[in-house]
């Protein structure tokens, strides 16, 4: 299973990003695909994921401002990040699973990672 993000870079506060992920080198359906950052000298956190029927969860920092999706094909997933502040500065990483716990955004419940993208909000 690879997963490759895209889509990070530099932004002004109150600009948007919108991150890719693409999923490939599998033949199952992901559970559950999701978005964590991690910024300098701080802990993985969740910020939203996506299940296969299409629910979704978000972090409380995110909720109104982020929007997760993925295409028809669940291989590509995304994430529109709009007013972005500068707390939002950190490394973005894609994580899926076979099957996932109840808790979607901890990053204990995923074994597949994309290697990140950065995302800088100055």
């Known amino acids: 299973v690879q997963l490759v993000e895209s889509g990070g870079g530099s932004v002004q506060a109150g600009g948007s990003l919108r991150l890719s992920c693409k999923a490939t080198g599998y033949r199952f359906t992901f559970h559950v695909m999701a978005w964590f950052r991690q910024a300098p000298g701080k802990e993985r956190e969740g910020d939203a994921a996506?299940?296969?029927?299409?629910?979704?969860f978000y972090a409380d920092s995110v909720k109104g401002r982020f929007a997760i999706s993925q295409d028809n094909g669940e291989t590509t997933m995304y994430l529109q990040m709009n007013r972005l502040q500068p707390e939002d500065t950190a490394m973005y990483y894609c994580?899926?699973?076979?099957?996932?716990?109840?808790?979607?955004?901890?990053?204990?419940?995923?074994?597949?990672w994309g290697q990140g993208t950065q995302v800088t909000v100055s």
């Open positions: 994580a899926a699973d076979r099957w996932v716990g109840p808790n979607k955004l901890s990053s204990y419940e995923y074994n597949y």
């Open positions: 996506i299940g296969s029927g299409g629910e979704t």
